[in-house]
């Protein structure tokens, strides 16, 4: 795949600041460039010939042009670090903004339509604002949760009711596809804030009807020998610390109900951490569900859940569906079970063929959000 990288665009000489005051809107200025930018680039692909349809052979970094957009735009428009993938039968954002750029496809002027069974594309109006990194959850001024605004609708049957959490998402683009396309859509999407082009796999896992939590990185027992990477959350970080963090982690992407731990066994010890933690999360009315490797702390006010057991912590088909066979056993124990595990591949096929004769086996296949509580 070839990779271009735009000429570095001056705001004075495509005229932004006298077209946003003009037309007193904060982004129509930039919407108005993006709408030109996009149109020549498809003029562009007509000129480069065929493509084989469906597979980006070109992408174009806007990391460039953003990075000398006006302060107030760059901000908002953060997550746009991505870049836009021509196709033969597409020009569209690979990792959508938000704001006048949401959802610009290029399709012979028509936009994709999503699949059935597709969760609602974010962000949602009144379940977002604008943060020092990029836009940030909040609760709705009718009351609305982004929990609830972004979590898949689940009504209960009579059975035993199984929810499984797939992590690690983002990193690796076949991994990713694969969990996303081949996972039933009740299988709830993990992903991790530090990966490339992450809205535009919310995006995907959305339109595919799974439901999706944000990893958070916190300090596990040996840190600094196992580093979650700069933005971890530590458990002697002071709360306006840990709050800092946490918006760089919240203000990388849209369309999640609620968070998850990136490891995090001695963040998660700590009490005094934990509720700072967890009450900036409630406050921008997000649940949390662990993986259950921490300790399992409780309060904070925010729909919360613990794993009972990560599924491939042994990398073997045999150890898997043992842990799957334990899974079933606890749910018609008590009810309900809840499970995690890796986009490893194995993990990923046995979880594709298990899942598929759920329901044959007297279970029904749940997304986590349907087994949080508030505590």
Same mark, same amino acid.
């Given at each position: ?10 705001? $004075? ?5 006298? /077209?946003?005051?003009?037309? *007193? ?7 108005? #460039? ?40 760059? %901000?908002?428009?953060?997550? @746009? ?11 569209? /954002?690979?990792?959508? $903004? ?12 028509? =936009?994709?339509?999503?699949? @059935? ?14 943060? $020092?990194?990029?836009? /940030? ?30 992590? !690690? ?11 996303? %396309?081949?996972?039933?859509? %009740? ?12 809205? !535009? ?22 840190? $600094? ?9 530590? #458990? ?14 919240? +203000?990388? @992407? ?10 995090? =066994? ?19 009315? /997000? ?40 899974? %079933? +056993? *606890? @749910? ?26 759920? =329901? ?16």
């Amino acid at each position: 795949m070839a990779m271009i990288a735009l000429p570095r665009l001056s705001v $004075p000489r495509f005229g932004m600041g006298g /077209l946003r005051a003009m037309l *007193g809107a904060r982004y129509v200025g930039l919407g108005a #460039a993006a709408a030109l930018l996009v149109a020549a680039l498809a003029g562009l692909a007509m000129l480069l010939g065929p493509m084989t349809a469906r597979t980006p052979h070109m992408k174009i970094s806007l990391a460039g042009a953003l990075a000398h957009a006006p302060v107030g735009w760059r %901000e908002a428009l953060a997550p @746009a670090s991505g870049a836009l993938s021509i196709t033969e039968d597409i020009v569209r /954002l690979s990792d959508r $903004p938000f704001g006048p750029l949401a959802g610009i496809t290029w399709n012979g002027g028509a =936009s994709e339509k999503p699949a @059935a069974g597709a969760l609602p594309t974010a962000p949602l109006p009144g379940l977002y604002a604008p943060g $020092p990194g990029g836009p /940030l959850p909040i609760i709705s001024a009718d009351g609305r949760t982004p929990f609830d605004g972004y979590k898949r609708p689940f009504v209960a049957n009579a059975k035993p009711k199984i929810a499984l959490i797939i992590g !690690g998402l983002g990193l690796n683009a076949r991994a990713t596809r694969t969990a996303i %396309e081949s996972l039933p859509p %009740e299988v709830t999407l993990s992903f991790a804030p530090y990966a490339e082009g992450l809205q !535009g796999w919310i995006d995907e896992a959305r339109a595919h009807g799974h439901e999706v939590l944000l990893e958070t990185p916190m300090e596990p027992l040996d840190y $600094p020998d196992n580093d979650p990477g700069p933005y971890t959350l530590m #458990a002697d970080g002071s709360p306006p610390e840990i709050v800092k963090k946490l918006e760089w982690v919240l +203000s990388r @992407a849209t369309g999640y109900y609620g968070l998850t731990n990136y490891l995090g =066994s001695r963040f998660l010890a700590n009490a005094a951490a934990y509720q700072a933690f967890a009450g900036a999360a409630a406050g921008r009315g /997000l649940g949390f569900i662990d993986d259950g490797s921490g300790a399992r702390q409780t309060g904070g006010g925010l729909p919360r859940a613990s794993a009972e057991r990560v599924i491939d912590d042994q990398l073997s088909q045999a150890a898997i569906d043992q842990q799957l066979l334990a899974l %079933e +056993s *606890g @749910a018609l124990q008590r009810g309900q079970a809840l499970g995690a595990g890796f986009a490893y591949p194995v993990t990923l096929d046995k979880v594709a063929h298990w899942a598929g004769t759920l =329901s044959d086996r007297g279970f029904q296949l749940t997304p986590a959000s349907a087994l949080a509580t508030r505590r």
